[in-house]
Antibody, heavy 119, light 112 residues
């Protein structure tokens, strides 16, 4: 059974970097049939896909245009996990952040992490 | 503003059948969106996959839940409504132009 376990701080200061990690059990971050996504949800923006990383003989990334200039999603094969880094955050980045696996459809979600951007 | 449009709320009494719609704001359902997927979300928990590829149920999802897609509209139907079905439901699709996932705004289902 595939499970995703998120970790990271719930409070980030404005202009700083938001960093979250998603640990995978029951699958591999290097899977040739899965992609690993970050998604967030806020009352003002609803559900918003942020980006993904996946392996198909080499590593690929894809990012949403709304955050492309300040986001990085990186796999860590040694720990079988992937991470989200969102730079230069503002209060508008306050949201519940989810990691998720997609295999043609999103089938597994992490438990969510409430991240507040505030001084 | 969500790319996929859902009614904000729906309701029904135990035993009833309810249906929740999902439409593309740019009429992309039926053309650009081949597959719609549906999720159940209880606050504070991970969303749960209910229907994938328009009408396929993962193992463990009761057959009370069904999905359909016809032309430019898609819907999730729940028959034999139960109190534990009270939750938020949202749809999702892969958007080729975005090369990413798009979502509906969610429908809060109340079991009266």
């Amino acid at each position: 059974q595939v499970q995703l376990q998120q970790s990271g701080p719930g409070l980030v200061r404005p202009s700083q970097t938001l960093s979250l990690t998603c640990a995978i059990s029951g699958d591999s971050v290097s899977s040739n049939s899965a992609a690993w996504n970050w998604i967030r949800q806020s009352p003002s923006r609803g559900l918003e896909w942020l980006g993904r990383t996946y392996y198909r003989s080499k590593w690929y990334n894809g990012y949403a245009p709304s955050v492309k200039s300040r986001i990085n999603i990186n796999p860590d094969t040694s720990k079988n996990q992937f991470s989200l880094q969102l730079n230069s955050v503002t209060p508008e980045d306050t949201a519940v952040y989810y990691c998720a696996r997609s295999v043609g459809h999103i089938d597994i979600w992490g438990q969510g992490t409430m991240v507040t951007v505030s001084s | 503003q969500s790319v996929l449009t859902q009614p904000p709320s729906a309701s029904g009494t135990p035993g009833q059948r309810v249906s929740i719609s999902c439409s593309g704001s740019r009429s992309k359902i039926g053309s650009d969106y081949d597959y719609l997927h549906w999720y159940q979300h209880l606050p504070g928990t991970a969303p749960k996959l209910l229907i994938y590829r328009n009408n396929q149920r993962p193992s463990g999802v009761p057959d009370r839940f069904s999905g359909s897609k016809s032309g430019t509209s898609a819907s999730l139907a729940i028959s034999g409504l139960r109190s534990e079905d009270e939750a938020d439901y949202f749809c999702a699709a892969w958007d080729d132009s975005l090369s990413g996932w798009v979502f509906g705004g969610g429908t809060k289902l109340t079991v009266l």
